[in-house]
């Protein structure tokens, strides 16, 4: 085993452990006072292991019903956001692209704003996901139309159908929205996980599950890309399949992580820019200790966001902006030959 792949053992092994520690920490800090073993208490209760809970009913909702899957959620969103973003990185050999480069974040918030000017504000995630998904669809078609997918029309026709997004959906605030509505759609569109529940933090599971195995596996093959497609066909790489399962695994995982928190911004951009720093660019070492890396990030993010200024809530992007715009400015001296 070579010096650097103990490296990253070592790494991801202690990644894992403060993932773990941060979210029982993040479960007891809140205006209820509870204690870290009250946490595994109610986690272990709830898993059958426990057969009787010493927690009254009160304290144990407050960390399984209210806390838990919300840090669930959370440490999903931006491990999700952190594995799309060093892929599109990779997909367009764009050291500054991000997981909302195909125009998925403006289509979902013009479908999540649609359905609640409409009345349906529970069904926010189901119109953010259908969304983001339709905006993809609708790219990669006129990508098509112009003379084929190739990433550099799939991006241009990415920029176009977000701007166009972003303008329908300020035409809907403008015309439809008031009152509450109005809040709701502020609040999404800053990025929240106020309401996360346990089938939020499920679907984000899920589509960690799904999508990151796909990504995973085919992890080596990226490192071809940073030589150009030509050099990466040359070495055996079936760049057509690699680029379109890359881009749907990524394009599906961002839809959800959209769906479930809002437009959450610069963690799909800065985190794969940091580990990249610290371990390296090959892709079998990068992507999972940047998942690791955006989940802890992502968590701590939202734990700030909900206790800062508590009894109010501050919307998670703007922690995440605030952090990542410096981060941001950082890639862009990096990279400013290139830009």
């Known amino acids: 085993m070579g010096v650097a792949s103990k490296m990253t053992r070592v790494a991801m092994l202690a990644l894992w452990l403060l993932l773990i520690a941060s979210g029982v920490l993040a479960v007891t800090l809140g205006p209820a006072d509870i204690t870290p073993g009250e946490v595994w208490t109610s986690i272990l209760h709830h898993l059958g292991i426990v057969p009787e809970s010493p927690l009254s009913r009160l304290r144990d909702a407050i960390v399984w019903d209210l806390r838990l899957p919300r840090v669930l959620a959370a440490t999903g969103v931006g491990a999700g956001l952190a594995l799309a973003g060093a892929v599109m990185q ?14 998925l974040s403006s289509g979902a918030a013009l479908g999540a704003v649609t359905l609640v000017v409409m009345g349906h504000a529970l069904l926010v995630p189901v119109g953010a996901f259908f969304g983001s998904l339709g905006a993809l669809a609708l790219a990669l078609l006129i990508a098509h139309v112009l003379g084929g997918t190739t990433p550099v029309r799939a991006i ?12 329908a959906t300020s035409f809907v605030i403008f015309w439809s929205a008031t009152g509450d509505s109005y809040r709701e759609i502020l609040s999404w569109l800053l990025g929240t996980l106020s309401g996360a529940n346990w089938a939020d933090a499920g679907l984000v599971v899920g589509s960690l599950v799904l999508c990151a195995p796909v990504i995973l596996v085919m992890a080596r093959s990226l490192d071809a890309f940073a030589f150009g497609e030509a050099a990466a066909t040359s070495l055996g790489v079936d760049v057509a399949r690699l680029r379109w399962t890359m881009l749907a695994a990524s ?20 985190v794969p820019h940091v580990v990249r720093f610290a371990l390296g660019p090959q892709h079998r070492r990068l992507l999972p200790v940047a998942m690791l890396v955006g989940a802890i990030f992502m968590l701590w993010a939202d734990t700030m966001a909900r206790t800062l200024f508590d009894p109010r809530e501050l919307p998670v992007g703007i922690v995440t902006a605030l952090v990542g715009a410096p981060g941001f400015l950082l890639v862009l001296l990096r990279y400013r030959r290139v830009t």
């Not at 026709?157 to 977000?162: E, P």
């Not at 394009?251 to 800065?270: D, E, H, K, Q, S």
């Open 156 to 167: 241009l026709a990415g920029i176009s159908i977000s701007a166009l997004a972003s303008a």
């Open 251 to 270: 394009a599906l995982l961002t839809g959800i992580m959209v769906a479930v928190g809002g437009a959450i911004g610069f963690v799909g951009l800065v």
């Open 90 to 103: 990779a997909l367009t050999r764009n050291p500054l692209a991000d997981p909302y480069l195909l125009g």
